[in-house]
């Protein structure tokens, strides 16, 4: 009943800008937070930036100052606004959404995205 659809994602050089979305779709009550991860093969998953439905914002201290996230409570969507990319930023994006409450689900659960490629050069 809940799915999270990406976009955005593809090639840009260091020190351009991406903006990655991320649309959470069902029947949806309620949000409690979204956010992004990202994954480099070899390492382990890492946390990007979350946002609360409040709107107080969490993120990784490599990216702090460059990326924002902003976030649409009423269409349940999520962004990362990706500025001063390194080639360090290079990997696959997910979008992930907390405690959701969606009909036709017991109780609260989190989903997650697909995974959008990001890919900076040098």
């Known amino acids: 009943q809940v799915q999270l659809v990406e976009s955005g994602g593809g090639l840009v050089q260091a020190g351009g800008s991406l903006r990655l979305s991320c649309v959470a779709s069902?029947?949806?009550?309620?949000?409690?937070?979204m956010g992004w991860y990202r994954h480099v093969p070899g390492k382990q998953r890492e946390l990007v930036a979350t946002?609360?439905?409040?709107?107080?914002?969490n993120y990784a201290d490599s990216v702090k100052g460059r990326f924002t996230i902003p976030r649409d409570n009423a269409k349940n969507t999520e962004y990362l606004q990706m500025n001063s990319l390194k080639p360090e930023d290079t990997a696959v994006y997910y979008c992930?959404?907390?405690?959701?409450?969606?009909?036709?689900?017991?109780?609260?659960?989190?989903?997650w995205g697909q995974g959008t490629q990001v890919t900076v050069s040098s």
């Open positions: 069902g029947s949806i009550f309620s949000i409690n937070a």
């Open positions: 946002i609360s439905s409040g709107g107080m914002t």
């Open positions: 992930n959404a907390k405690g959701v409450l969606a009909k036709g689900v017991l109780g609260r659960h989190d989903y």
